[in-house]
């Protein structure tokens, strides 16, 4: 029989498959399912522990969990304390949790500290052919590398850590071509990309699905690139996105902290190989492709990952945006004006206040490298604030190596240190009411940022353009 | 988990598209360590303004749909943030089914661990529930037993997988039931290839 990548993978996790479990009554049922690698933040997980004490239950596996601290720490100089409260008795939660229950943490003093879907990758601890999820959403990035990723609650961080097991509804797999030829294309990034594949699809064109990412363009991806992919999965309504792992994924393993030794992973490589791809004529539930040959730089405009149009548009009118569908209108009506914006104004007339480097999306070493060299030897416009924050310690230390800090700072943005900041502004990295930001994170929702913020989602050298000029520009002209 | 019990009540039109969870709860609010005390910041920035004073033309805050138990909304309600804090919100503030003409998955999937019944229909049929609420604004009986929305006279039927819905009327502990298949996860870690895996983890 014919499978999918995400079949086959689903295939071999089965612990007990629906239609053998003889407790569900009907063959739709959840199965259960294994899984390998469990990532936890002080966020999600202290409701988890607490009942699974409460319970009296162990942590089946403790060593297939790993924690960091990323939501709510600060990125100003780590030798300062914790000013919240509230935030610091969740770090300290999560301290506490991992010590009484065995897991490894990678704390706001560790080398390896980095945002959850940063770190995964750095060390090694995504692998193909796994099965991965975390408390967040964005554990779709994971997907990158040929792992089965997504993000669960509280109750089921609960269940993994008590059973190192999910009951799942097996999804149905929809596969986006990626066409187009993007060595020609300047400036064009995988943000892009992705941002203009949920503008095509919509925010719930994924709902109940998993997606695979193929094309030509895929495959000349660096793993970086293929990460803001995979990462934005859950935008388009997919908790999980797939990619096939050929040798890109194979160079950029070798030699990470949790990667198998060399003639052990030399055995897995063969097995991947053979094993983690789709078969050439299996069907999926829903194909599209999307082509990059005329994709300009994409920036979103309303309050939600689907409302994006092209650097070069206007903001589009409420009748534009929602076509005859009366509800998407209303939606409209209501993103203008949180967003504080007229249809038919050049994109490129809108000012910002803020600049926002960094997220799970957008904040690897790839990315801060782009950006710097549309910054290089300019500066940041005087009204505008503009801030990186790299995606983990491991990131920082490698940018500061090869002078990436000295570049930005000279230009006047903020260096800071490693977390998720402000792509969600747990910490006190947060919009004023009203502040415009040109951001690379991954959701524009009403007051993401901060409450009454208004967020521009773009590409890493589209935010630094931007924080150059002052307003929105096609960053095609700068580079 | 509690189990589910039927519900009579009337129904908050709660009438947009795509909300998502970091509306139902903002961030602000994911510091706390425990599951409950969530009801007082739902919707919290739709609800106060920056003073902390209600708006009062939010819906929530209008005083006839005080004490309400339906939530009626659109498409893909709950999408974005994994965070089941938005859940616990909307229980805790005291909604205990949400009807919609779609939901986001992980959302769907965090109602059950809780007790919070999610309802899809479709549009057709959320259109004409708002009609009902702008006009007579009756009392519906929601039924999980039966899977119906009863109205008067009128009776809905609404899907709900079989296992789903067992777990939500007699309140399962999941985990417990999870752990009585433990020969089952634990021939598992034993014969499969991909189990291997598991084994390049370093001992703590």
């Known amino acids: 029989m014919q499978k999918t990548l995400f079949e086959k993978i689903w295939d071999s996790h089965l612990v007990i498959d629906d239609n053998q479990n003889e407790n569900a009554d009907n063959s739709n049922g959840p199965s259960l399912i294994y899984i390998d690698r469990h990532l936890i933040h002080e966020v999600t997980s202290p409701q988890a522990f607490a009942s699974l004490k409460q319970n009296g239950r162990k942590v089946r596996r403790p060593n297939l969990t790993l924690a960091t601290t990323d939501h709510n720490v600060s990125t100003e100089s780590r030798s300062l304390p914790i000013v919240d409260e509230v935030s610091r008795t969740q770090l300290e939660t999560l301290s506490r949790n991992c010590k009484e229950f065995g897991i490894t943490l990678y704390d706001m003093a560790s080398p390896d500290q980095g945002i959850v879907h940063v770190i995964g990758p750095e060390l090694g601890f995504t692998?193909?052919?796994?099965?991965?999820?975390?408390?967040d959403s964005h554990t779709s990035t994971h997907g990158a590398f040929g792992a089965l990723a997504f993000g669960i609650g509280t109750s089921e961080v609960e269940h993994v850590l008590a059973t190192q097991c999910l009951w799942m509804y097996k999804p149905r797999s929809f596969l986006i071509n990626i066409e187009g030829n993007l060595s020609k294309r300047h400036a064009i990034t995988s943000k892009d990309i992705i941002l203009n594949i949920i503008r095509k699809i919509g925010t719930d064109g994924g709902t109940g699905m998993v997606f695979e990412y193929r094309g030509d363009v895929i495959s000349e991806f660096s793993m970086e690139q293929r990460m803001t992919i995979c990462n934005m999965s859950i935008e388009g309504g997919a908790r999980a996105g797939l990619i096939g792992p050929d040798q890109t994924?194979?160079?950029?393993?070798?030699?990470?902290?949790?990667t198998p030794k060399e003639s052990e992973l030399d055995k897995l490589i063969e097995f991947w190989k053979s094993n983690l791809k789709s078969d050439e004529n299996v069907g999926f539930d829903r194909v599209e492709t999307i082509n990059v040959d005329k994709l300009a730089p994409q920036i979103s405009w309303g309050t939600n990952p689907s409302m994006v149009v092209d650097i070069t548009d206007s903001v589009?009118?409420?009748?534009?945006?929602?076509?005859?569908?009366e509800n998407k209108r209303k939606l409209a009506i209501?993103?203008?004006?949180y967003m504080d914006l007229e249809p038919g104004i050049p994109l490129t007339n809108v000012r910002v206040d803020r600049v926002f480097i960094g997220s799970c999306t957008n904040s690897r070493l790839e990315d801060l490298m782009e950006a710097s060299l549309v910054i290089k030897g300019r500066k940041v416009s005087t009204n505008v604030r503009a801030m990186v924050v790299p995606g983990s310690q491991k990131v920082k230390v490698q940018a500061e190596k090869i002078g990436l800090d000295k570049i930005f700072k000279d230009a006047g943005f903020e260096w800071r240190e490693s977390g998720c900041s402000m792509c969600l502004g747990m910490n006190p990295d947060i919009l004023l009411p009203g502040e415009r930001c040109a951001s690379t994170s991954n959701r524009n929702f009403e007051g993401r940022q901060g409450s009454g913020g208004?967020?521009?989602?773009?590409?890493p050298i589209m935010a630094a353009a931007c924080a150059i000029e002052g307003h929105f520009v096609d960053v095609r002209n700068l580079v | 988990m509690e189990p589910f019990e039927d519900i009579k009540s009337k129904l908050i039109p709660f009438d947009m598209t795509n909300v998502d969870t970091d509306q139902i709860i903002p961030k602000q609010f994911l510091k706390l360590i425990q599951k409950t005390g969530y009801g007082g910041f739902l919707f919290y920035d739709w609800r106060f303004d920056h003073a902390g004073n209600p708006k009062k033309e939010f819906v929530l805050n209008e005083p006839k749909y005080d004490k309400r138990q339906v939530l009626l909304t659109r498409d893909n309600f709950g999408c974005g943030s994994s965070r089941e804090h938005a859940v616990w919100a909307l229980y805790d503030y005291g909604i205990r089914v949400v009807i919609a003409s779609s939901f986001a998955d992980i959302f769907y999937n965090n109602c059950f661990k809780k007790g919070l019944l999610p309802i899809y229909l479709n549009k057709d049929k959320i259109q004409y529930l708002f009609?009902?609420?702008?006009?007579?604004?009756?009392v519906v009986d929601v039924s999980l037993a039966n899977q119906t929305i009863s109205i008067s006279e009128k009776t809905i039927s609404f899907d709900i997988d079989l296992t789903r819905k067992k777990m939500l009327v007699e309140g399962i502990d999941e985990i417990g039931y999870t752990l009585s298949f433990d020969d089952q996860i634990l021939n598992y870690e034993k014969a499969s290839k991909v189990a291997d895996y598991n084994k390049f983890m370093v001992k703590n």
């Open chain 1, 127 to 135: 692998l193909p052919g796994t099965t991965i999820v975390c408390g």
């Open chain 2, 131 to 138: 009609d009902l609420v702008k006009n007579d604004d009756p």
């Open chain 1, 454 to 459: 208004r967020t521009h989602l773009v590409s």
């Open chain 1, 316 to 325: 589009p009118s409420p009748e534009q945006y929602a076509k005859s569908d």
């Open chain 1, 334 to 337: 209501r993103a203008l004006e």
């Open chain 1, 249 to 258: 994924t194979f160079d950029y393993l070798r030699g990470r902290k949790y």
